[in-house]
T-cell receptor, first 116, second 117 residues
Framework: NAGVMQNPRHLVRRRGQEARLRCSPM?????VYWYRQLPEEGLKFMVY????????ESGMPKERFSAEFPKEGPSILRIQQVVRGDSAAYFC??????????????FGSGTRLTVV | DQQVKQNSPSLSVQEGRISILNCDYT??????FLWYKKYPAEGPTFLIS?????DKNEDGRFTVFLNKSAKHLSLHIVPSQPGDSAVYFC????????????????FGKGTLLTVNP
């Protein structure tokens, strides 16, 4: 019974390149949440997706960032034209239904993005 | 605008003693509070939570206390063990607009706990 799987674990990109981060939720989970942790900071909510729908992207930067959760396959967080300030750890969590924040989400191990 | 604050970046205790991690919040709409534990290069792991209608919740060596009037909560670990050494995040969630389901967690910056043998 695999947990939330994120890949790659580490990603190095040059400024201006694109970064694609993948998240496979736990089996039976159709709700996915992305969080970002900047150095010396706590985790910050970015986006909440259900299959084929973006429910809340209020935490996403307005430009260069996008997310999707297709009917088949993992959720993808895409960062275009990366800049040094995008260097952070990106975590994904999943849940079987909405409104379960109170019970503690299961997070993946994260993708550490480094922009050089 | 830090709605959840953990003012101690680090804490060091001796094995067997009590660890007390503190957290303050400013948003009165928060109705659930959670503690997560995080080891280096891993994702946060849920530890324990408490509803705003309670003032205490206990699970084994871990107890969370909530003081709503002071907008303060604390996590007590007794007895502390070297394996407890990790970063501890306080998080909170609020009922969505219109009473809808909550899904968004607001995290503090974390406290690094070191338990010395």
């Amino acid at each position: 019974n695999a947990g939330v799987m994120q890949n790659p674990r580490h990603l190095v990109r040059r400024r201006g390149q694109e970064a694609r981060l993948r998240c496979s939720p736990m089996k039976g989970h159709s709700h996915v949440y992305w969080y970002r942790q900047l150095p010396e900071e706590g985790l910050k909510f970015m986006v909440y997706l259900q299959k084929e729908n973006i429910i809340d992207e209020s935490g996403m930067p307005k430009e260069r960032f996008s997310a999707e959760f297709p009917k088949e396959g993992p959720s993808i967080l895409r960062i275009q034209q990366v800049v040094r300030g995008d260097s952070a750890a990106y975590f994904c969590a999943s849940s079987p239904r909405v409104g379960t924040a109170n019970y503690g989400y299961t997070f993946g191990s994260g993708t550490r993005l480094t922009v050089v | 605008d830090q709605q959840v604050k953990q003012n101690s970046p680090s804490l060091s205790v001796q094995e067997g003693r009590i660890s007390i991690l503190n957290c303050d919040y400013t948003n009165s709409m928060f109705d659930y509070f959670l503690w997560y534990k995080k080891y280096p290069a891993e994702g946060p792991t849920f530890l324990i939570s408490i509803s705003s209608i309670k003032d205490k919740n206990e699970d084994g060596r871990f107890t969370v206390f909530l003081n709503k009037s002071a907008k303060h909560l604390s996590l007590h670990i007794v007895p502390s063990q070297p394996g407890d050494s990790a970063v501890y995040f306080c998080a909170a969630s609020a009922i969505g607009r219109g009473g809808g389901s909550n899904y968004k967690l607001t995290f503090g910056k974390g406290t690094l706990l070191t338990v010395n043998p």
